[in-house]
């Protein structure tokens, strides 16, 4: 079985940092797209950002130049540095990793961490 363990959220005043770690764990052979969405409250979960297993990044127009991502593959880590934060950025932050092969010969299939609660206070 595959899991996705996030840590590192919590509450910050804004213009605040904190960085968030989701490690992938149990037996898998590649990860294709690591990637974080977040589900403000009262709303339906939204892209954040995503990283393909070459490092290639993209985040989307509300967070750009202020939050991060990054992959660690020997660590089949992914991690998303969330500076200048504002209270919109108030959400459940989940992890997703796509593409997931547990050996090369199975199909890929998509898995999320629980969620890690972010609050940012004005």
């Known amino acids: 079985q595959v899991q996705l363990v996030e840590s590192g959220g919590g509450l910050v005043q804004a213009g605040g940092s904190l960085r968030l770690s989701c490690a992938a764990s149990?037996?898998?052979?590649?990860?294709?797209?690591m990637g974080w969405y977040r589900q403000p409250p009262g709303k339906q979960r939204e892209l954040v950002a995503t990283?393909?297993?070459?490092?290639?990044?993209n985040v989307v127009d509300s967070v750009k130049g202020r939050f991060t991502i990054s992959r660690d593959n020997a660590k089949k880590t992914v991690y998303l540095q969330m500076n200048s934060l504002k209270p919109e950025d108030t959400a459940v932050y989940y992890c997703n990793a796509g593409g997931v092969r547990r050996t090369s010969y199975l199909p890929p299939r998509d898995y999320w961490g629980q969620g890690t609660q972010v609050t940012v206070s004005s």
């Open positions: 990283i393909t297993s070459s490092g290639s990044a």
């Open positions: 149990g037996v898998i052979f590649s990860i294709n797209v």
